[in-house]
């Protein structure tokens, strides 16, 4: 049972259904980029389904955190990183 709020319960599984769109529809390229950011967000998103405080905002800083802490290992070319933050962006739209 998830002890988080409803709406960021929804906002996961809403967010979760894209990837999965994305990993079953996209080109090869999209398919790297979802992997990738996918991976992030299962690291990120787990814990917070079983705080009872976590919020939507949560999850966006997490993944920001995760993110910058990658790019910053030189995870990703440039290009790269730019595709998995505008993917984010679009997942949060």
């Known amino acids: 049972m998830h002890a988080a709020p409803q709406s960021l319960i929804d906002e996961i599984t809403k967010i979760e259904a894209q990837l ?3 990993v079953n529809h996209g ?4 398919l790297f980029i979802a992997s990738y950011l996918q991976g992030h967000f299962m690291v990120v ?10 919020s939507v905002e949560d999850l966006d800083e997490g993944m920001r955190k995760s993110f910058t802490t ?3 290992n030189r995870e990703l070319e440039e290009a790269d990183q730019d595709k998995v933050l ?8």
Do not use: M
């Not at 080109?27 to 999209?30: A, E, I, K, L, V």
């Not at 505008?86 to 739209?93: N, V």
């Open 70 to 72: 990658a790019f910053r």
């Open 45 to 54: 998103a787990r814990p917070l389904e079983v705080e009872t405080d976590a």
């Open 20 to 22: 999965d769109d994305v």
């Open 86 to 93: 505008a993917l984010w962006q679009r997942l949060r739209g």
């Open 27 to 30: 080109s090869d390229d999209d």
